[in-house]
Each structure stands twice: as structure tokens, then as C-alpha cells.
């Protein structure tokens, strides 16, 4: 039976621990709100951007730009895989689902994978295993910037406008809501076209009264148009799953936290009610100590 000290120290250490998940509650409740307020801003323009991107590409000739080309399967075909993680943990199962969604596609993958890791977390995981890294990016979250969407967009696209890979898949946390985030493992290049790849249908041109669908003018070109829009394209999508990430992550903290500092207070009230029973069966055993010394005098 542990004693009232050591009862008093593990009650007191508790109440330090809450202290900080509390304060840690706070810190990422106010920078989700700021999270949210960017990817709130900025996914209706990727998505949009997304749905016309494809359904102008499924109808030009692929040879057109080097990033709508569609290369033939074959078994050793090298994919770039961009796992999104975080730079930190105590925040639930967060990275944990992001490596599992990368290690589930890998390996159903029918060839081979060359990871482009992003935050620290996967770094470590995927480091210490042996897979191939192509690239790493960590400590961008701290001061997320459109420029680190780039930079990350310029190695894909080199890396697969030279032929050393055929794919590049981007795989991040979705935000959904505070509760929830979605593990998203989206293909960003070759960019999908909607008549290819199943697109929505809102995504379709007009049609005409006989139902042709309607064609798209190009001014000054479609290739000159390409050329300008598809890598842009590139550094948008990327930079959605940064801030899809970033506002994830925030929002899985927030929760880890409260329900660690829960769990904290829970643990008090559980210690101190068997401080008291330790306590008051002590000043019992001394009463009867006390009455039996008085009965032998």
C-alpha cells in the first residue's frame, strides 16, 4: 500500500500534467482557428481550379504538355509517393493513420515507390525502415508559406517531366471538422482527365441543345495556356494539403489534449478518494492503538 506521501506526489505530478494539456488545448484551439481560416479560403479555388483543369484536359491531345502524359504500365514503374505528416505528436492518431494509409498503398502498389516525406514524424518513421527517399521538408508548419508548396511542386514535377518516375500520389489528412479528419490519397501527376478518369460531371463542359458537348476556344493558345496553368495547378494542389494538414493536425491536438486533460482530472479524483481511504484507515488504526494502550492500563 503506497503511502501518503507518495499518494500526494503522484496527485500532485497529475495536477502539473493537466496544467500543461490544458495549456496545449488552448495553444492549439486558437491556431486552428487561423488554420481554418485559410484552407476555409483556399479550397474553393483549388477545388474549382481542379474540376476545369480536367475537364479542359480530357479534351486537348495529351502530347500536349508533358505533364497530361499517360505512360504505359509496367512493372517497374517508379511512383512518388508524398506522405504529409506532422512535425510534432501528441496529437491522437493523427500521424499514425497518415503511415498507415502510405504503407497500405506501397504496398499494394504494383511497383516500386520513392517517398517524398514532409514533417518530421514520417521522417523518422519512414527513415529508420529503409525506404527509398527521394526528398525531405521538415519544420515548414511553423511558418507555412505558399513558396514551400513550390518548392515541393518543383522536384514532382522535374522528377516525373524527366521520366525518373512514372506517378507522383500525395497522401495528407483531410480536415473535416474538429472531430474529424480523412486520410486522402489523391494522384497529382499525370493530372487527371475527366474523360479518363471519371470526373464529376459538373465538371463537363455546356452541351448544346442536341446534347454535342460544346468545346473550349483558346486564346492565345491551348498550349501557351498550359504551359501557364498546369505548374500552377501543381503548387495550388500541394499547397491545399499543407494547409488541409496543418488545420488537421491542430484539430487532433485540440481533441488529444482535452481528452487528456479529462482523463487528468478523472485521475485526481480517483487518487485523492484513495488518499482519503489510506488516510482514514491510518487515524482508525491509531484510534484502536490509543483505546487498547488505555484498556491494558
Known sequence: MPSLIDLRRRIRAVKNTQQITKAMKMVAAAKLRRAQERIVNARPYAVQMQRVLSSVAGRVDPSIHPLLERREPRPDALTLVIVVTADKGLCGSFNTNIIKGAGSFILSNPGPATLGLVGRKGR??????????????????????????????????????????????????????????????????????????????????????????????????????????????????????????????????????????????????????????????????????????????
Open 124 to 297: 523518422d518513421f519512414f527513415g529508420r525502415r529503409g525506404f527509398t527517399v527521394l526528398f525531405e521538408q521538415i519544420g515548414i508548419f511553423q511558418r507555412l508559406r505558399f513558396q514551400d508548396a513550390r518548392t515541393i511542386a518543383e522536384i514532382a514535377v522535374e522528377s516525373f517531366v524527366s521520366g525518373k518516375v512514372d506517378r507522383v500520389m500525395l497522401i495528407y489528412n483531410e480536415f473535416k471538422s474538429v472531430m474529424s479528419q480523412r486520410v486522402v490519397v489523391d494522384q497529382l501527376l499525370p493530372i487527371a482527365r475527366a474523360d479518363v478518369d471519371g470526373a464529376d460531371a459538373a465538371a463537363a463542359p455546356a452541351s448544346t441543345a442536341d446534347g454535342a458537348n460544346v468545346d473550349y476556344l483558346y486564346e492565345p493558345s491551348a498550349q501557351e495556356i498550359f504551359n501557364q496553368l498546369l505548374p500552377r495547378y501543381i503548387d495550388v494542389q500541394i499547397y491545399r494539403a499543407l494547409l488541409e494538414s496543418n488545420a488537421a493536425f491542430f484539430a487532433a491536438q485540440m481533441t488529444a489534449m482535452d481528452t487528456a486533460s479529462k482523463n487528468a482530472a478523472e485521475m485526481i479524483g480517483s487518487l485523492t478518494l484513495y488518499m482519503n481511504k489510506v488516510r482514514q484507515a491510518a487515524i482508525t488504526r491509531e484510534i484502536i492503538e490509543v483505546v487498547s494502550g488505555a484498556q491494558a492500563l
